[in-house]
């Protein structure tokens, strides 16, 4: 059984422009501990877990975060029946109506990271800097994400002073802060994730902490979309650390892993990753190059293409809200009674018939059964999220960092280079590791999408690779309104809240929806 990470105590602390009017969790009883003594790593820690699973709530990367790279891109639809998230899908929001309740919860991340971080009460240590390594790299990615959605992409050249509130200090009830530039949000997100990259640890012991690695990569990300002079570079720099320092991708497996020589791209190795019931290490054997081989796998969780997970389990999801009503599995997956999100055919075929990706209509990752007929044409579910795991209903870790992404992003950061050459020779490289079809690199920087798109479907990042290169979202099928949505179109920035805006005068809503 899987041993539990978090502690569930924190104290969830809101603006004044957050919509929530109650805190979900205490982290000390208030006839105990005022909030001014926090004076032990312990309850630094409690700080620091309260940030782990808020990041990991329904509204953020436990459910609505993961949905909408993908619900905002041209590879989902949402089936005709179950209208969830369909004003998200059809791009149908505004101040007033939305599905996107993230804002919010994000900043109460960001106050249990400055807590941890403006903290002087406690003497420095080893451990005190590992726990501050860890809130400077949530905080990064709570900036980070809400500068993605809720803001222009730095290259797009305009409305750069529409960035988000930057808030460094303790929470203070009567902040009304203005949005930050563009630019000083990305500039604060890389500050701590470099500070993160110090202080973190280099191989926790269990893939729910964030590490050195995780900081790396999500550098990698930040540099390929803020683009600035000598981005590219750095972006490939950290990308190419972690791909050639971290032994822990599908590749490698096989060496360091398995009993026998074992085929790398065999699907069951990548689709038990997602699929398979076990958590833990599987054994078994399978026919490679006419001989029966054994071999030793790692299980769904703790896996070593992981970089970082979000703990799901009866403890944690009691905390986050996820469970049957609101889930990745529910919405994703073909036995849940909240069913509703399915692959376009387009997509689907796109796939060669080997991709283990893609696997066999019936038992693969994109599978066809009981797809509704009233779709047209009808769509694929995926296998990423199984409903059922050895632990029970909506407890398998959500896979938020994969080594498979450092491989892309080196990828796109040697396209963005000029080393188109070793670019393709690379991206094809790694269609093959999976069975995949091949590229003639005729336009690269599609063709790195494209193999982004086949390796990360369901994973939250379609969406936000089209705007980040300034390209347009077209749907093939499946669709009625707003089926190509371009880059300059405001609705590439998500809208404020009316009860954001209310609450705070200094809070400007972005062009387009006043």
């Known amino acids: 059984m899987k041993k ?3 502690i569930i105590s924190s104290f969830l602390l809101f603006f004044a422009h957050n919509s929530c009017s109650e805190r979900d969790l205490d982290l000390f009883p208030p006839d105990k501990d005022e909030l001014t003594a926090i004076d032990s790593e312990a309850k630094l820690q409690m700080l620091l877990n309260g940030a782990y699973i808020s990041v990991a709530s329904s509204n953020v990367y436990g459910t609505d975060v993961m949905l909408f790279g993908d619900l905002l891109g041209d590879k989902l639809f949402v089936s005709n029946t179950n209208p969830s998230y369909l004003n998200t899908f059809n791009y149908n929001y505004n101040s007033t109506q939305s599905d996107f309740g993230f804002y919010g919860t994000l900043y109460d991340v960001i106050m249990n990271c400055n807590l941890v971080l403006n903290n002087t009460k406690v003497a420095n240590s080893a451990n005190v800097n590992r726990i501050k390594g860890e809130a400077r790299i949530i905080r990064a990615l709570s900036y980070f994400t809400l500068v993605s959605y809720y803001s222009p992409t730095p290259t797009s050249g305009v409305n750069q002073e529409y960035g988000v509130p930057l808030v460094l200090n303790n929470y203070d009830v009567n902040i009304k802060p203005a949005r930050a530039t563009v630019a000083q949000v990305y500039d604060q997100i890389i500050a701590d994730l470099k500070e993160g990259v110090n202080l973190a640890g280099a191989a926790p012991s269990k893939k729910v ?159 066809n059964i009981g797809a509704p007929g009233t779709d047209n044409p009808k769509g694929y579910w995926t296998n990423k999220y199984p409903r059922y795991t050895d632990e029970g209903n909506y407890f398998r870790n959500i896979k938020v960092f994969r080594f498979a992404e450092a491989q892309l992003n080196r990828i796109e950061a040697l396209f963005l280079t000029g080393q188109n050459g070793l670019a393709l020779t690379e991206l094809n490289a790694f269609a093959l590791s999976r069975n995949g079809s091949t590229y003639t690199g005729a336009n690269l920087l599609q063709d790195i999408l494209t193999e982004k798109s086949k390796e990360f479907y369901g994973e939250g990042q379609r969406f936000l690779d089209l705007k980040r290169n300034n390209l347009p979202m077209v749907r093939p099928s499946n669709c009625t309104v707003n089926c190509t949505v371009t880059p300059d179109n405001k609705l590439f920035v998500l809208p404020m809240s009316q009860g954001a805006l209310n609450a705070n005068e200094n809070l400007k809503q972005y062009p387009g929806y006043n």
């Not at 972006?235 to 599908?250: D, G, H, K, M, R």
């Not at 069951?268 to 599987?282: A, D, I, K, T």
């Not at 796998?297 to 049957?324: C, F, K, Q, V, Y």
């Open 4 to 6: 539990y990470f978090l």
């Open 209 to 367: 902490i964030l590490s050195k690695s995780a900081a790396k990569l999500l550098l990698s990300r930040v540099y390929l979309t803020r683009r600035a002079p000598g981005d590219a570079a750095l972006a490939l720099q950290y990308a190419t650390e972690i791909v050639t320092n971290s032994p822990t991708n599908f590749a490698k497996i096989q060496a360091n892993t398995l009993t026998k020589p074992y085929n790398p791209n065999s699907a069951s190795l990548y689709e038990q990753y997602f699929l398979g019931s076990n958590e833990n290490q599987v054994t078994g054997s399978e026919l490679y190059l006419g001989v029966q081989q054994s071999f030793v796998l790692p299980g769904a969780e703790n896996h070593p293409e992981t970089i970082w997970e979000l703990d799901m389990n009866i403890d944690t999801n009691r905390a986050t809200g996820i469970g049957s009503n609101v889930s990745l599995p529910g919405y994703f997956h073909r036995t849940d009674s909240k069913k509703c999100m399915l692959f376009n055919q387009t997509f689907y075929s796109s796939f060669s018939a080997t991709d283990v990706r893609r696997g066999k209509p019936t038992t693969g990752l994109l599978i």
